[in-house]
């Protein structure tokens, strides 16, 4: 930050540079605190330890969309493309960790029970593409102009084409992923069909998300180079997949166990016919046991 290629600092950079020490010496405090037995109590409490997590998940939260976001971040240009990879990936790691950190203090405090793996799955669908969705809008402003002056087919509009298309993909993961976490928080054992149209929906959803790999991050694209539209086309992919993958999984195992309820049933049913035929043979056999027949 203070090299001097870089001139003087503007107010978003030195956002850049005071955030991340305010966060330090926190998180530095807290640690030491617990070490010992006799303060670890005190991290512990919601009204220590979770305010705590809330402040400094807020003020790195907005030092993400700056870093991010912003013409004057030293991480990433104009349009997303990552210029600084230390910069950037320890901005999303420091958010994901202060974002686990603050959801343990929550559930604790609110005695939240732990959701269901699909809602779980649903909503890496949603927050994956809401970052999609948002750096896909970021990039149209950034270049929005270009995109007006633009001629239709030349590579300017086809690239604003194709990152319009992303915003409006990242769109209806939202839109879905909402949907689908919100049925399953409400639902969490819903009826076979509903499950199979579940699955079939995910399904289509993956398949959009495969085709629309091509269109973001193949060449020529908005996120062809590594940034946050090429993490999180990906991401959106992969997290479509294991909702999928777990949703046909769900079914075999359901189809699986009323086969077998079905069967046992009927297995149970047939040795209590057969014992009850098979009684008086019994019986004969006991007798001849008891007064075998001598022949001559």
Same mark, same amino acid.
Not at 12 to 36: E, G, K
Not at 83 to 92: D, E, Q, S
Not at 284 to 295: G, L, Y
């Given at each position: 930050?203070?090299?001097?290629? $870089? ?6 950079? /030195? $956002? ?43 003020? =790195? ?12 971040? =030293? ?12 910069? $950037? $990936?320890?901005? =999303? ?80 993961? /939202? ?58 086309? =990906? ?62």
């Amino acid at each position: 930050a203070f090299h001097k290629s $870089y001139g003087d600092l503007d107010l978003v950079q /030195m $956002y850049m540079v005071i955030c991340p020490c305010i966060v330090s010496i926190f998180s530095l405090l807290m640690f030491l605190l617990c070490l010992a037995p006799s303060t670890y109590h005190i991290v512990d409490t919601f009204k220590v330890g979770g305010i705590v997590s809330f402040f400094l998940l807020q003020i =790195w939260v907005g030092n993400l969309i700056l870093t991010l976001h912003n013409e004057s971040s =030293w991480a990433v240009n104009e349009i997303g493309e990552v210029k600084m990879a230390n910069l $950037y $990936y320890f901005t =999303w790691a420091t958010v994901l960790n202060a974002g686990l950190l603050m959801s343990s203090y929550v559930k604790k405090f609110l005695n939240l029970k732990q959701k269901p793996m699909m809602v779980v799955l649903w909503l890496a669908v949603v927050k994956i593409c809401f970052v999609v969705f948002g750096s896909c809008c970021d990039i149209l402003l950034s270049v929005e102009d270009q995109c007006k002056a633009a001629e239709h087919g030349d590579a300017t509009a086809t690239f604003c084409e194709r990152t319009s298309s992303g915003a409006v993909l990242g769109f209806i993961g /939202m839109a879905i992923g909402l949907l689908a976490a919100i049925f399953h928080y409400y639902n969490p054992n819903p009826p076979m069909k509903t499950q199979i149209g579940e699955a079939v929906m995910a399904g289509c959803l993956t398949l959009i998300f495969a085709l629309g790999l091509g269109l973001i991050t193949g060449i020529g694209g908005p996120g062809q180079s590594v940034g946050d539209l090429y993490y999180g086309s =990906w991401l959106a992919f992969l997290a479509s997949l294991g909702a999928t993958s777990s949703l046909y999984t769900e079914i075999v195992d359901r189809k699986k166990y009323t086969r077998d309820f079905v069967c046992s049933g009927s297995s149970e049913d047939d040795m209590d016919t057969t014992e009850g035929i098979g009684a008086p043979y019994s019986s004969m056999e006991t007798e001849m046991m008891q007064h075998p027949r001598v022949i001559t």
